[in-house]
């Protein structure tokens, strides 16, 4: 079946250091690839999407790109922000008329001034 | 925003005392799910809603029940709460295609079984 593996948190990191936050997936078909990110006692909210192999999705300074060969969706941002700290759910779409997103176990971020 | 509220924001019960929990949106979404959120276990699915008065498990049914008779109203209910049941619960909305869609959650309800 669909799963999505996440690296384990908290990440750390200092003002404008560099963000990658690894995600990789086992899916059947042509799923899409979501990030999702929930800020402190918030719901979820979408962050970026991917619907298909190679394209990059993007939003608020974080990239993400689709690599079917790798099975991969990894976020990245450049020079994170004390702003950003929040827990990112890495997910993908499930084919077969369940509407059923699978998500990771999320990763949480801190980001110190 | 998908205007989804949850009622109760908070909420303390005692072991054994039955609980609902409301969503309600204002979107005509069709597709409907509540969530639990642990530490140490993400997001896990409850149960879901597919339209009015259509509804299936999730992952974690047991002890839940749901119910959904207009578009905008999902009640999860807790019939005899139990502490293991403590948690943070999400509903959230689907809209999109199957494939390219996207969940729009609530702010969540924060339950405490004592």
């Known amino acids: 079946g669909n799963s999505v593996t996440q690296m384990e948190g908290p990440v750390t990191l200092s003002e404008e250091a560099f963000l990658t936050i690894n995600c990789t997936y086992t899916a059947t078909g042509y799923p899409s690839l979501f990030w999702y990110v929930q800020y402190p006692g918030e719901g979820l909210q979408l962050l970026l999407k991917?619907?298909?192999?190679?394209d990059k999705g993007s939003n608020k300074g974080f990239e993400a790109t689709y690599r079917k060969e790798t099975t991969s969706f990894h976020l990245e941002k450049g020079s994170v922000q004390v702003s950003d700290s929040a827990v990112y759910f890495c997910?993908?779409?499930?084919?077969?008329?369940?509407?059923?997103?699978?998500f990771g176990r999320g990763t949480s971020l801190i980001v110190h001034p | 925003d998908a205007g989804i509220t949850q009622s109760p924001r908070h909420k303390v019960t005692e072991t054994g005392t039955p609980v609902t929990l409301r969503c309600h949106q204002t979107e005509n979404h069709r597709y409907m799910y509540w969530y639990r959120q642990d530490p140490g276990h993400g997001l896990r699915l409850i149960h879901y809603s597919y339209g009015v008065k259509d509804t299936d498990k999730g992952e974690v049914s047991d002890g839940y029940s749901v119910s959904r008779s207009k578009t905008e109203d999902f009640l999860l209910t807790l019939e005899s709460a139990t502490s293991s049941q403590t948690s943070v619960y999400f509903c959230a909305t689907y809209t999109g295609t199957e494939t390219t869609g996207e969940l729009f959650f609530g702010e969540g309800s924060r339950l405490t079984v004592l």
């Open positions: 997910a993908l779409s499930r084919s077969g008329g369940s509407y059923i997103p699978t």
């Open positions: 991917a619907t298909k192999a190679d």
